[in-house]
Each structure stands twice: as structure tokens, then as C-alpha cells.
Antibody, heavy 118, light 108 residues
Framework: QVQLVESGGGLVKPGGSLRLSCAAS????????MCWVRQAPGRGLEFVSY????????YYADSVKGRFIISRENAKTTVYLQMNTLRAEDTAVYFC???????????WGQGTLVTVSS | IVLTQSQATLSLSPGERATLSCRAS??????LAWYQQKPGQAPRLLIS???NRATGIPARFSGSGSGTDFTLTISSLEPEDFAVYYC???????????FGQGTKLAIK
């Protein structure tokens, strides 16, 4: 079954860290660029980070640059998002997503909730 | 690039035609997609490259436009179509990622 499954979300205090994982199955992760998109409660979708299929090209939204790190282990069919120095405004559901050859998102995970609160 | 979906909420009845708009702050050619999101679910790709329906998307969904003005049309609303719709721009040169704020299609 072609799917993405996120894990690692939870409650963390401001200034804390969390690492999200995205496990891919049913397709060759090595063939796809991947990204993280988040959605704060009751809000719209926001791009967080992107990593190309080979891992050479990486981009971040300005709001997370310098605090978040995206990586991938193709052998483990997993993409990660290391989130440091978390702020209340980082509270959101974080979706892992796959870009197709035309750079559109054709596969989404179910999302994992990150709550930053004291 | 900023995408503006001017209709925060659109209230229509089943069977009616829905026209959702998305405007880009500068020309993006046809590099625009539309996604549908239902409560508690991940978004789903409907339309890519302004007018190409994604696999499995019913023919009542259509997209049009180029440059700065884009439209998603649902020809005859089904009960399952009431959801939030987002437009998205994506470009590699330079790397650009942008979502519109979303339009909630509500039952009237």
C-alpha cells in the first residue's frame, strides 16, 4: 500500500526539541522529493521544508530557518524533521508529503500533532 | 509570490455551480494546483498545472486560468464537495512554495 506515516509528534515546552519521522511504504522513496507542510489549529496550510530526492537541495520556510532540519535516509525509507528551539507558534499538525515529477503533492501522510506549550 | 483566495467562505446548495478564485501577486504562468481538504483529513490533489485533473478526480471539477488569475469550477455540487479548497504555486527556478489562504465551501 502506497502511504506515508508520520510519527514523533507530541507536547513539548517552548525552547524544546522534537524529531518527526515520516515512513514511506509502497513506493521507492529514492525517486521522490519530499516536504513537510504544517497546519496550525483552524488555519491554512503552510510550507515548512523541502528535500530533493537525492538530498542535495534543501529549503526551509523563513519561519523555521535556522531552527528546523530536514533529512532523509533512503535506505530506511524515512524522512525526518528535527525541530529545535520550538515556539508556541509552531503548534500545528505536521504533514509529510511526496512531490510527483511535476512538483505537485500527490501523496500526503495523515499528519502528526505538535503542541508547544508550557 | 502571494496567492490570494478572495472568498473566505462560499455558501452554496447541492446541485449549484461553484466558482472559486485564486489570484497570484505576479505571473506564474500555469504553475498552479488546487487541493481539497475535509475536516480531520490531509489535503487531496484535484488539479495541477492549472487545468489538469488528478487521477480519480471526477469530471465535475475543472480548473482554468494562467498568469495571475485562476479558477476552480465545480459544475454541480455533490454533498461530499463541501470542504476547504486551497490553491498552491510551486516553482523550482527559483524555489518557490506558496498556498492561498483557502476557501471554505459551505452548505447553504
Amino acid at each position: 500500500q502506497v502511504q506515508l506515516v508520520e510519527s514523533g509528534g507530541g507536547l513539548v515546552k517552548p525552547g524544546g526539541s522534537l524529531r518527526l519521522s515520516c515512513a514511506a511504504s509502497g513506493f521507492a522513496l529514492t525517486d521522490y522529493s519530499m516536504c513537510w507542510v504544517r497546519q496550525a489549529p483552524g488555519r491554512g496550510l503552510e510550507f515548512v521544508s523541502y528535500i530533493s530526492y537525492g538530498g542535495r537541495d534543501i529549503y526551509y520556510a523563513d519561519s523555521v530557518k535556522g531552527r528546523f532540519i530536514i533529512s532523509r535516509e533512503n535506505a530506511k525509507t524515512t524522512v525526518y524533521l528535527q525541530m529545535n528551539t520550538l515556539r508556541a507558534e509552531d503548534t500545528a499538525v505536521y504533514f509529510c508529503a511526496r512531490e510527483n515529477d511535476d512538483s505537485w503533492i500527490d501523496l500526503w501522510g495523515q499528519g502528526t500533532l505538535v503542541t508547544v506549550s508550557s | 509570490i502571494v496567492l490570494t483566495q478572495s472568498q473566505a467562505t462560499l455558501s452554496l446548495s447541492p446541485g449549484e455551480r461553484a466558482t472559486l478564485s485564486c489570484r497570484a501577486s505576479q505571473s506564474i504562468s500555469r504553475y498552479l494546483a488546487w487541493y481539497q481538504q475535509k475536516p480531520g483529513q490531509a489535503p487531496r490533489l484535484l488539479i495541477s498545472d492549472a487545468s489538469n485533473r488528478a487521477t480519480g478526480i471526477p469530471a465535475r471539477f475543472s480548473g482554468s486560468g494562467s498568469g495571475t488569475d485562476f479558477t476552480l469550477t465545480i459544475s454541480s455540487l455533490e454533498p461530499e464537495d463541501f470542504a476547504v479548497y486551497y490553491c498552491q504555486h510551486r516553482s523550482n527556478w527559483p524555489f518557490t512554495w506558496a498556498f492561498g489562504q483557502g476557501t471554505k465551501l459551505a452548505i447553504k
